[in-house]
């Protein structure tokens, strides 16, 4: 059984489906129920939004036990804030502490775009929305059959600054270099969305069903 976890934020159904149809004879679930969570084989945490919000669901529903747990023991995927809450703390709304699973902080586009020129002659816009690159960085399982600087789907105005080299696996220019996917032991996060994006992203998410870490 796949999870999903459910932590109030936006486009839970769509990471469902894609992963439905990437991976037809397992059960995938939505839900923040903390059993659904420990009797997962596998994780899956994505988000929309505000990592504020995010993280105080996680409170408000008892899930940070649980999640922790799978971190520790499952194959965990993070899309967008799933991504962002794996490190020690956010920018967003004045300073948001997160799970610390990684070392490093999240911050606003305006700590790297603010004055940059975009290839069109144009200040980068803030959020950053919609297709661009990204650079593997090391090899992983996750990255199977998907050709480096293949393009991806974002949507998200912060950015994970890491602490720890080894821990990226992807990075996107926007203005400047930022990271877009992280990866250590059983953990594999994306900035952004492979869900809405193509071939790529279905690869992406079936590669994560198969992997065992």
Same mark, same amino acid.
């Given at each position: 059984?796949?999870?999903? +976890? ?15 149809? !990437? ?10 129920? +903390? ?5 997962? #084989? ?19 529903? /008892? ?25 020690? #703390?956010? #920018? ?41 690159? !990204? ?6 399982? !996750? ?13 998200? /105005? ?10 990226? !696996? ?9 990271? /877009?996917? +992280? ?11 492979? #869900? ?13 069903? /198969?992997?065992?870490?």
């Amino acid at each position: 059984m796949i999870t999903v +976890v459910d932590a109030g934020t936006g486009n839970l159904r769509s990471v469902q489906k894609a992963l439905q149809f !990437v991976a037809p004879g397992q059960d995938v679930l939505v839900s923040a129920d +903390v059993a659904d969570i420990r009797g997962a #084989e596998r994780i899956v945490l994505p988000g929309q939004g505000a990592i504020n919000t995010w993280m105080r669901a996680l409170d408000d529903r /008892s899930l940070a036990g649980a999640i922790n747990h799978a971190l520790d023991n499952l194959p965990v995927l993070g899309i967008c804030l799933g991504l962002q809450a794996l490190f020690a #703390e956010s #920018e967003e709304g004045g300073g948001v502490q997160c799970l610390g699973r990684m070392a490093g902080r999240v911050r606003h586009f305006d700590a790297i775009t603010h004055g940059a020129q975009s290839a069109h002659g144009g200040a980068h816009k803030i959020p950053h929305m919609g297709w661009n690159t !990204v650079h593997q960085k090391q090899p992983h399982p !996750v990255w199977d059959g998907i050709d480096d600087a293949e393009r991806f789907y974002f949507v998200h /105005s912060y950015f994970v600054e890491s602490d720890n080299s080894q821990d990226v !696996v992807g990075t996107t220019d926007y203005g400047e270099t930022f990271t /877009s996917a +992280v990866a250590r032991d059983n953990v594999f996060a994306t900035q952004f969305h492979p #869900e809405k994006s193509a071939e790529a992203g279905l690869t992406l998410l079936k590669n994560f069903c /198969s992997w065992n870490p």
